[in-house]
């Protein structure tokens, strides 16, 4: 993207035009997605029925490879119970991702104008990531709930029976869709965190941890509530906003990338800031150059060894 005035007018004037429903999405989303599971650890889903290991063995010791009632049956129920709940909540942290995923999107726009090596891909990873995994997941919470439905107004309560609730084909495919959707997702928080970073329009600080936020997408550590990826995006509305502690990078003002100082940047600017002149930087010295010497006479060729006997010969 050029950088003349008037593309940097029309960056600026696009952003102030999306700023507040941008800073306001990214807010709700932080929200919605972490009350969204309080809500379901510590309400819908703090009793569930847990199987032990010696329940779990109990047909075994038995002797019955498949008992007539399987100890995941109780599970099974507990599910068809809460299936309303478990749903509801499945859809506020999905309008939570799709609200995330605008939030991302604004974000990719901004370091686009500012940094065209930018990948364009990144917005369509974000787009159908984002869809995939809020749709996805409201299908699969369904899918489950009609089949727990149906194992409740059966009369099979035997494993093969409970493993088919969750086995479904139909959940096959879901899976594979939202495993999908969370790997282009994920992909899009890192790519458009890292230019953002460098681009200026976030600190190392928030670049790094929005990073850490895709990884967390895919391999989730720690504390089984998304605590970081909720920090993160609750922390983009004031920054959206223009708002930031100690004020906003220069990038989101100047309209053009203003790519943080690096270490060495840093310490000459405190030391100038102290009176010191830094040392000047070393630089590579010139090669030197070959001249040739066209005086120099040529060697003379090697000759063959048919040339050496006729010469014999003739002497």
Not at 76 to 92: Q, R, Y
Not at 95 to 109: D, E, K, N, S
Request: proline share 7%; hydrophobic share 50%.
């Amino acid at each position: 993207m050029a950088t003349d005035v008037g593309t940097r007018e029309q960056t600026l004037a696009w952003e102030a035009q999306r700023r507040t429903p941008a800073a306001v999405a990214t807010a709700l989303a932080g929200i919605l997605t972490l009350a969204g599971q309080i809500y379901l650890q510590t309400q819908v889903t703090s009793d569930f029925p847990t199987v032990g290991e010696l329940q779990a063995l109990t047909p075994a010791l038995q002797g019955l490879a498949n008992a007539e009632v399987n100890p995941g049956a109780a599970g099974i129920e507990f599910l068809n119970s809460k299936a309303g709940a478990i749903i509801a909540t499945s859809v506020v942290t999905s309008i939570g991702t799709l609200l995330a995923g605008f939030a991302v999107l604004y974000l990719w726009q901004a370091a686009r104008a500012r940094r065209p090596e930018t990948p364009t891909f990144a917005r369509w990873t974000t787009i159908g990531g984002a869809v995939a995994v809020a749709l996805m997941s409201v299908v699969l919470q369904v899918i489950v709930a009609i089949n727990a439905s149906s194992f409740v107004d059966g009369t099979d309560r035997s494993r093969d029976a409970v493993e088919a609730v969750h086995r479904d084909g139909g959940l096959v495919v879901v899976q594979s869709i939202a495993l999908a959707g969370q790997l282009a997702f994920a992909f899009s928080f890192v790519i458009v965190s890292l230019n953002a970073m460098r681009a200026g329009l976030l600190s190392r600080f928030m670049g790094v941890l929005g990073i850490i936020v895709g990884v967390l997408f895919i391999i989730p550590l720690g504390s089984p509530l998304p605590v970081v990826q909720c920090f993160w995006l609750l922390a983009l509305a004031p920054l959206f906003l223009g708002r930031w502690p100690n004020g906003n990078p220069p990038a989101w003002e100047a309209g053009e990338a203003r790519p943080w100082p690096t270490q060495q940047e840093i310490r000459e600017a405190r030391m100038r800031a102290k009176g010191i002149e830094p040392p000047a930087r070393a630089q590579a010295e010139p090669e030197p150059e070959v001249v040739e010497d066209d005086a120099a006479e040529p060697a003379p060729a090697p000759q063959s060894s048919a040339a050496r006997k006729r010469r014999k010969r003739r002497r």
